[in-house]
């Protein structure tokens, strides 16, 4: 990692991953935001604490690049999930499959983008997470 100061980096990642929450309007619940101000003040502290001894004790640990890494890993992650539940919605429901307009509005993306957002293998994994045949028999390869 560059020599930078340290406020820093690790600093302004804490906030830009734990967020600080807003104060609440007139109309909000005082005690509930009280109770996520606790809550955001630890996982705020234990994340920054965990940065600060990966600093300390990896070679050529970069904090900013590895919160990267992590982000994308989510981002990839939640993609996946994403598919398997399309999946889900194309295959396995009964007595029909979810509308392709309707998914596509869900997920963000072009009717054409569901229909080849999943394959054989994310339909395999939702039988084997869930124990569920699909509705549909898969065609048949010639």
């Known amino acids: 990692m560059q020599d930078m100061a340290m406020r820093d980096i690790i600093t302004d990642l804490t906030d830009l991953t734990y967020p600080l929450p807003e ?3 007139d109309s909000d619940d ?3 935001w009280s109770a996520l101000c606790d809550e955001v003040a630890e996982n ?3 994340y920054e604490q965990g940065l600060r001894l990966s600093l300390e004790h990896e070679d050529d640990f970069d904090p900013l690049l590895g919160e990267i890494g992590a982000a994308r890993n989510a981002m990839l992650a939640a ?3 994403m598919r398997l539940l399309v999946a889900y919605g194309r295959e396995f429901t009964r007595p029909r499959p979810y509308r392709l307009e309707d998914l596509a509005r869900a997920a963000g993306m072009s009717i054409s983008g569901v229909r080849t ?3 054989a293998d994310e ?3 939702v039988t084997r997470l ?3 045949r699909p509705a549909r028999r898969p065609a048949e390869a010639p």
């Open 79 to 81: 993609e996946a999930r």
């Open 30 to 32: 005082p005690d509930g």
């Open 44 to 46: 705020r502290e234990a």
């Open 130 to 132: 869930t124990g569920a």
């Open 117 to 119: 957002a999943y394959d």
């Open 23 to 25: 104060p609440p309007g």
């Open 123 to 125: 339909i395999a994994e």
